[in-house]
């Protein structure tokens, strides 16, 4: 299945001004479309959105705007975290020791369904997801909650580990500037980086930045 993706500048006719809350212009096959806080995307079978659930748009007939609502069944997935003993050896034990060898926690992760997101409210230094013995996603802690979607654990064997923070973490909290999206993955960040969590995902945009006071 094809899909299309791209920004483009909206039109303005006198006496129009763009629609009320629209913050996500798309021209998707060669037609302006303004998903209404959604992002939206075209594929063979028509119109979609990134996000889960209803969503509407206004698309843009050459003279004026005319406004689409789609309905979509949802569920929000419910998870389950069950504290297991360590069930194999992390491929990349190496991002879960910064500043030295530290404790490592395991929970098995069981979801419902594959619709919305899952909250991992735990405190660590790092964090992992191993999806049928594959890392899937990483994060450092920065003050919040870790929202992963569901559809990332659905109908797989889904381990979280997590490395203990310890006296050596040194971070704030604070809000950061918009408009930053800094990476939040190790296979893209380098040790003493920034951390920020994509603000396509909704996550609240805050920031740690982390000093080990020791390296062994």
Not at 86 to 98: G, H, T
Not at 99 to 110: D, E, L, M
Not at 117 to 140: E, R, S, T, W
Not at 169 to 175: E, H, I, L, P, R
Request: aromatic letters at 14%; hydrophobic letters at 35%.
């Amino acid at each position: 299945m094809k899909s299309f993706l791209c920004l483009a500048r909206i039109p303005r006719r006198r006496g129009r001004s763009t629609p009320k809350g629209c913050r996500f212009p798309r021209k998707l096959l060669g037609v302006l479309y303004i998903g209404e806080n959604c992002d939206l995307y075209t594929c063979e079978d028509g119109i979609h959105a990134v996000q889960d659930g209803d969503f509407s748009y206004d698309v843009w007939n050459g003279s004026a705007y005319e406004h689409v609502a789609v309905s979509r069944m949802f569920t929000q997935a419910e998870a389950v975290f069950e504290a297991v003993d360590e069930p194999f050896a992390p491929p990349y034990a190496e991002q879960l020791c910064f500043g030295g060898v530290r404790k490592r926690t395991w929970k098995k992760i069981t979801v419902s369904g594959a619709e919305g997101f899952v909250q991992i409210p735990d405190q660590y230094d790092v964090a992992q997801i191993y999806a049928d013995g594959m890392l899937v996603a990483d994060h450092f802690y920065y003050g919040t909650a870790w929202r992963v979607p569901a559809k990332l654990f659905y109908k797989k064997e889904c381990y979280l580990v997590m490395s203990e923070m310890r006296e050596d973490f040194t971070g704030s909290f604070d809000a950061a500037p918009k408009n930053i999206d800094l990476p939040h993955s190790f296979l893209e960040a380098k040790h003493n980086a920034f951390s920020m969590p994509s603000t396509s995902e909704g996550i609240e945009t805050n920031y740690a930045l982390y000093f080990p006071k020791h390296t062994s």
